[in-house]
């Protein structure tokens, strides 16, 4: 990951003496748009068999997860262009992506008892930084932008939990999640002009092959409960490694209001295909005055094998964007 950093700040280095050697900045482009649709999260296949074995014991049977709609504001962020670098312009941009969907849940056991489950103020924020060259295959009607760039990724929540039912009744305790992981990515942007005014747009970035993207994740969960005249207490304190692998696509149509304002809308789809590999916690359940050690052991391997796994994660739909130059 640090040479993957190093890499990163060498190029911004040499986009910056470039600048500062006499070569004039074109344009500052503010990028603004509406991205909504729903977040398929990775989490609630993992948590759906977390819950249904408590050890090698049938548990709980969740339901599909609700709320997965969020509202997004993306693109969110600056281009800067610095004209005539050879016979092309060098781009250095950013962005900032934000996603929080209000994920809700419930399960069934055959006690029976309801559980309602919860994460609260679940959120993903990701930065992304890059550097780009455009160029004209055909001068003023086909452009093509490679870039290289490098994105932070972040997931935090707290899980809440309360359930009831015949002659059980329990309720969860601060239970945190947080993950991060951080890395390059390579894109390619094309725009294509059909009229004066109007392009086609098409963009793809992915981190597929590229080394780096290994975090970590930090989990802490307490329940407390009765199951009869029992008290039942279950305790968890996690971690393990996060990888990412990304890939984004876009397809659209652009339009120039006039050479200063510029407005886009298609389709655009992310996948992020999330695992937390070398995942350790000691699940201590306390129930009858004892520690269920049977249960603690199955559930530790039964933990580490579902959490390993790679699953994506998608988000997708329409999006409109307005961008904005400001000529320097």
Same mark, same amino acid.
């Given at each position: 990951?640090?040479?993957?950093?190093? $890499?990163?700040?060498?190029?911004?280095?040499?986009?910056?003496?470039?600048?500062?050697?006499? @070569?004039?900045?074109?344009?500052?482009?503010?990028?603004?748009?509406?991205?909504?649709?729903?977040?398929?999260? *990775?989490?609630?296949?993992?948590?759906?068999?977390?819950?249904?074995?408590?050890?090698?014991?049938?548990?709980?049977?969740?339901?599909?997860?609700?709320?997965?709609?969020?509202?997004?504001?993306?693109?969110?962020?600056?281009?800067?262009?610095?004209?005539?670098?050879?016979?092309?312009?060098?781009?250095?941009?950013?962005?900032?992506?934000?996603?929080?969907?209000?994920?809700?849940?419930?399960?069934?056991?055959?006690?029976?008892?309801?559980?309602?489950? %919860?994460? *609260? &103020?679940?959120?993903?924020?990701?930065?992304?930084?890059?550097?780009? +060259?455009?160029?004209?295959?055909?001068? &003023?009607?086909?452009?093509?932008?490679?870039?290289?760039?490098?994105?932070?990724?972040?997931?935090?929540?707290?899980?809440?939990?309360?359930? $009831?039912?015949?002659?059980?009744?329990?309720?969860?305790? &601060?239970?945190? !999640?947080?993950?991060?992981?951080?890395?390059?990515?390579?894109?390619?942007?094309?725009?294509?002009?059909?009229?004066?005014?109007?392009?086609?747009?098409?963009?793809?970035?992915?981190?597929?092959?590229?080394?780096?993207?290994?975090?970590?994740?930090?989990?802490?969960?307490?329940? @407390?409960?009765?199951?009869?005249?029992?008290?039942?207490?279950? +305790?968890?304190?996690?971690?393990?490694?996060?990888?990412?692998? $990304?890939?984004?696509?876009?397809?659209?149509?652009?339009? &120039?209001?006039?050479?200063?304002?510029?407005?886009?809308?298609?389709?655009?789809?992310?996948?992020?295909?999330?695992?937390?590999?070398?995942?350790?916690?000691?699940?201590?359940?306390?129930?009858?005055?004892?520690?269920?050690?049977?249960?603690?052991? %199955?559930?530790?391997?039964?933990?580490?094998? !579902?959490?390993? *796994?790679? $699953?994506?994660?998608?988000?997708?739909?329409?999006?409109?964007?307005?961008?904005?130059?400001?000529?320097?």
């Amino acid at each position: 990951m640090k040479h993957n950093k190093w $890499i990163l700040s060498g190029i911004l280095l040499a986009a910056i003496s470039f600048a500062a050697n006499g @070569l004039a900045a074109d344009k500052l482009r503010i990028n603004v748009g509406y991205w909504p649709g729903n977040l398929e999260p *990775e989490l609630e296949d993992r948590f759906f068999k977390d819950d249904l074995l408590l050890g090698t014991n049938l548990s709980r049977y969740d339901l599909e997860w609700n709320n997965k709609h969020t509202d997004t504001i993306y693109p969110l962020g600056l281009q800067y262009f610095i004209e005539d670098v050879g016979p092309g312009d060098l781009v250095l941009g950013g962005n900032y992506i934000r996603y929080q969907p209000d994920y809700e849940y419930a399960g069934l056991t055959l006690a029976p008892a309801l559980y309602l489950a %919860e994460l *609260e &103020d679940y959120k993903t924020t990701d930065w992304e930084g890059e550097v780009g +060259y455009r160029y004209p295959v055909v001068p &003023d009607t086909l452009y093509v932008t490679p870039r290289v760039g490098y994105r932070q990724h972040f997931k935090e929540f707290n899980y809440s939990e309360f359930s $009831i039912g015949n002659g059980t009744l329990g309720i969860s305790l &601060d239970s945190p !999640f947080y993950a991060s992981a951080s890395g390059t990515y390579l894109g390619l942007e094309v725009q294509f002009y059909v009229m004066d005014q109007l392009s086609i747009i098409g963009d793809y970035i992915s981190t597929v092959g590229l080394a780096g993207w290994d975090g970590n994740m930090n989990m802490e969960r307490t329940t @407390l409960g009765f199951s009869g005249n029992t008290a039942v207490l279950a +305790y968890e304190n996690a971690e393990s490694g996060y990888t990412i692998d $990304i890939q984004r696509w876009m397809l659209g149509i652009q339009y &120039d209001i006039t050479p200063e304002l510029h407005i886009q809308t298609g389709v655009r789809e992310e996948t992020l295909k999330q695992s937390y590999p070398g995942y350790f916690g000691l699940p201590l359940i306390y129930s009858g005055g004892r520690f269920q050690a049977n249960t603690i052991v %199955e559930e530790f391997i039964t933990d580490y094998i !579902f959490y390993e *796994e790679s $699953i994506s994660q998608k988000k997708g739909m329409f999006f409109v964007a307005v961008s904005y130059d400001l000529n320097l």
